[in-house]
């Protein structure tokens, strides 16, 4: 069975640093990339970026980059999300999703499992 | 950026009804267009990918449509666990992935 299974909720203050995990197991971790999303309180999906375990070569949104920094140890077929000073806008719920390549008439992408969510709150 | 808009941003309807929800890219995405669910407290999951592909596991009376930039997800006969909120998103990997602002399905 395939599982995302990410670290536990996180109450941090601002300055801060935090990074969170993402282990997923029953599958081949360095065969799928991993994209981190972003939802915050009561708010929409915002797509932070991608990893390839394999290589570890990321693409960040523009809106991201900068902010956090992604990274993978495949021996232990994890993905983490981490950020060196901690705003209070970094508020929200982070998910990790399986970044899915389907082979057709046309290559698609989608995010075919998730992660549980870790909640991270910043607060003074 | 390609932009997705969703509509509407919520919607009030009874079980039975068929519902049609729709999302427009700001620029052609060809059929790189999948649907979530999401619940209360819980994970995305996902419905459609490629436009108008079920993922294995979703009923069928969850359908997809659409190419270029318009697009649309119809539930033919709601059911009470559809209630929930549904996002699209454009999956042109190459230049990011976005998702529209979501559409609220609340009981009538």
């Known amino acids: 069975e395939v599982q995302l299974v990410q670290s536990g909720a996180e109450v941090k203050k601002p300055g801060e640093s935090l990074r969170i995990s993402c282990k997923g197991s029953?599958?081949?971790?360095?065969?799928?990339?991993i994209s981190w999303v972003r939802q915050m309180p009561g708010k929409g999906l915002e797509w932070m970026g991608t990893?390839?375990?394999?290589?570890?070569?990321?693409n960040y949104s523009p809106s991201f980059q900068g902010h956090v920094t992604f990274s993978a140890d495949k021996t232990i077929s994890t993905a983490y999300l981490q950020w060196s000073s901690l705003k209070a806008s970094d508020t929200a719920m982070y998910y990790c999703?399986?970044?899915?390549?389907?082979?057709?008439?046309?290559?698609?992408?989608?995010?075919?499992?998730w992660g549980q969510g870790t909640p991270v709150t910043v607060s003074s | 950026d390609i932009q997705m808009t969703q509509s509407p941003s919520s919607l009030s309807a009874s079980v039975g009804d068929r519902v049609t929800i729709t999302c427009r890219a700001s620029?052609?995405?060809?059929?790189?267009l999948n649907w979530y669910q999401q619940k209360p407290g819980k994970a995305p999951k996902l419905l459609i990918y490629?436009?108008?592909s079920l993922q294995s596991g979703v009923p069928s009376r969850f359908s997809g449509s659409g190419s270029g930039t318009d697009f649309t997800l119809t539930i033919s006969s709601l059911q009470p666990e559809d209630f929930a909120t549904y996002f699209c998103?454009?999956?042109?990997?190459?230049?990011?992935?976005?998702f529209g602002q979501g559409t609220k399905l609340e009981i009538k």
């Open positions: 620029q052609s995405i060809s059929s790189y």
């Open positions: 490629a436009a108008s």
């Open positions: 999703a399986r970044d899915t390549t389907a082979f057709g008439v046309v290559i698609m992408y989608f995010f075919d499992y």
């Open positions: 029953g599958y081949s971790f360095t065969s799928y990339w």
């Open positions: 998103q454009q999956s042109y990997r190459t230049l990011g992935y976005t």
């Open positions: 990893i390839d375990p394999s290589d570890s070569y990321i």
